[in-house]
């Protein structure tokens, strides 16, 4: 199915590349690469006239930061030659400035650049002798656009990034069981012959519905055999013309409220207790239903040696069946985090862990600092505003875009 996806997306994708209002991708340094000249660091050269200044990001074990070389005709010039300022508008609108200093050669950035390295860029140089230069261009990585409609189509998903409770589950394999105590075998109260039915095998009656008419033995006069509670008719004995006896004629099962019970392992059983929640999904990973550990027995099953821990859920929808197979995720601890994202929206880009923030029809990879996690969520230490919408849905639909663009990690 994922492959199907991949290949419609590419499609799609393909089939709006004609069009800069369906799809279109920012530039990036590696687009313009070619025009932009290198300079003997590798950074970025500006030039206003016989005033050139070299801005590059150094990240050579220390945290990224901005450097700056000047040159005055085309010659090297003392740090002392220029005031230089950057500023940087990022895709959420939010501005980061930079003062400098001088450092042996060069000017250092008073900040660290955080990630991702992708924005818009004003450069401001004020020479000592009064002169100011300014350039502007932008350095994006990790950036796209897909129009909305399109997103839609390919599935692309996204939702605001925010608290969560991470919870430390045990996961067990348990059955549905009808709760004894809703279970009636109604049998004939006087010996006869069954003469009428009412119900079907199956069927669903209420208390006091009328399930078949005996005749009986002594009086020979018909007596109606009544449904002592609701529920469904899950085994009929009776027959017309039959005699009765001792067998019940009809079993009803009450499957409003059931129990399941779930098999605990003894590598489990001293993290399991009575009152903790539990979330119980089919074998296909869809959700039934929420409820508490009611009863744990006292005695191990003799086969698996494994302990029934019951788990008594009300069932007015039905979506539990008695026999059915199901698993339980026993919460054993939670512990609250202010911001977390789904494990599903994570990718792997330069071999960082990351989630595509959206903003309006612009995708843009932001590099995550990760700490604790459960099976659903993870907690984001850095990286990563609160409030942020990213993509949860089809999240390597965006990477792979974004690959195909080519936006590098370059300055």
Known sequence: MKTFLTLAAALLLAACGGSHEEHAHEESAHDHAEEAERGQHGGRVLRDGDFALELAIHEAGVPPEYR?????????????????????????????RFAFAPQDDFLRGNGVVEEPHSFDVEVTAVSSGGGQHVWKFSSYEGRTQIAAATAATMGVV????????????????????ADPTRISRVRARYPGVVREIGVQ?????????????????????????????????VEQQAQIGEATGDVPLFTIV?????????????????????GQPVELFDLDGNALGLGRIARIAPLATHGSQSVRARVVIENTAGQLRPGQFVTGRVTVSQVPVPLAVKRDALQKFRDLEVVFASIGETYEVRMLELGRADGRYVEVTGG???????????????????EKSGASHDH
Request: net charge negative.
């Open 384 to 402: 990563l505003k609160p409030g942020t919408r990213y993509v949860i849905g089809n999240s390597y639909l965006i990477k792979a875009d974004i």
């Open 254 to 274: 009450d499957i409003t409220r059931v129990w399941v019970e779930l098999d605990v392992f003894q590598r489990e059983l001293s993290r399991v207790d009575e």
């Open 68 to 96: 700056v070389w000047l040159y005055e005709d085309g010659q090297p010039a003392p740090p002392s030659a220029a005031a230089v300022t950057v500023v940087l508008t990022r895709l959420d609108g939010s501005v980061d």
């Open 201 to 233: 095998p199956f069927s669903t009656v209420s208390r006091g519905a009328v399930l078949a008419q005996i005749q009986s033995n002594e009086s020979l006069q018909n007596y109606p055999l009544i449904a002592p509670i609701a529920g469904t008719i």
């Open 158 to 177: 996204t939702e605001e990034a925010g608290p969560a409770v991470l919870k430390d589950e045990v996961v067990l394999s348990g059955t549905v069981h």
